[in-house]
Each structure stands twice: as C-alpha cells, then as structure tokens.
Nanobody, 122 residues
Framework: QLVESGGGLVQSGGSLRLSCAASGFTLTYYGIGWFRQAPGKEREFVAHISRGGAATTYAESVKARFTISRDNAKNTVYLQMNSLKPEDTAVYYC?????????????????WGQGTQVTVSS
C-alpha cells in the first residue's frame, strides 16, 4: 500500500512537502513517480526518481521548483514543492514502477496511492 500525505492549502509562492510511504513492501526495488490530476484534466507526470535515487527527471512545468527525493531506510519518497502556483492545484499521486529506466508514462506504473490534495490560492 502506498499512502501520500502532506497536501493542503497554501498561498501562491509557498511550499509544501509531500510524502509517499509504503507499507507491506519495500520501495527499494522500485522507481517512484509523482503524478497529478487537476479537475477536468488528464493525469500528468510530475517527477520520477530511480531506485537508488541517483537519477531524477521532472516535467518542464515544475523543473527548478520541485525536488523529488527518497529515503529508502524510511521506505518513503518525498516531493518538495517550492514557489507554488495556482496552476499546481491538483490531486497528487505517487506510484511505483518496476522499470529500471526513468519513465513519465502512467501506464508504466503498477501501484498507485490514493492521492493527496494540493490547493494553491492566488
């Protein structure tokens, strides 16, 4: 089971840190992605981190503002979100992939959390 937390309401320019914790299995063997879905829009890729954490990739819209990281000892992946904008408002999901290469395609991810709401006010 994957459980996201850390969402909430924040003003434009503010920061939040999302967490994705796993229970019942270890995240060490998986690449982890963050996705988001705004009302009326398709789910979109946000960031990905490799199994060991050495490699990351970001959507252009969040590059230089968001940072993905992982603590395998805590079985948790994080998404630090800075300089938030109203267009970042969405439900944020984490997901695991068994692929060894970085991927931004939702179909490549097998297990998903339930999501956490992020709302950025202007």
């Amino acid at each position: 089971q994957l459980v996201e937390s850390g969402g909430g309401l924040v003003q434009s320019g503010g920061s939040l840190r999302l967490s994705c914790a796993a229970s019942g299995f270890t995240l060490t063997y998986y690449g982890i992605g963050w996705f988001r879905q705004a009302p009326g829009k398709e789910r979109e890729f946000v960031a990905h981190i490799s199994r060991g954490g050495a490699a990351t990739t970001y959507a252009e819209s969040v590059k230089a503002r968001f940072t993905i990281s992982r603590d395998n000892a805590k079985n948790t992946v994080y998404l630090q979100m800075n300089s938030l904008k109203p267009e970042d408002t969405a439900v944020y999901y984490c997901a695991t992939t068994a692929r060894t290469t970085l991927t931004m395609y939702a179909r490549h991810y097998e297990y998903w959390g339930q999501g956490t709401q992020v709302t950025v006010s202007s």
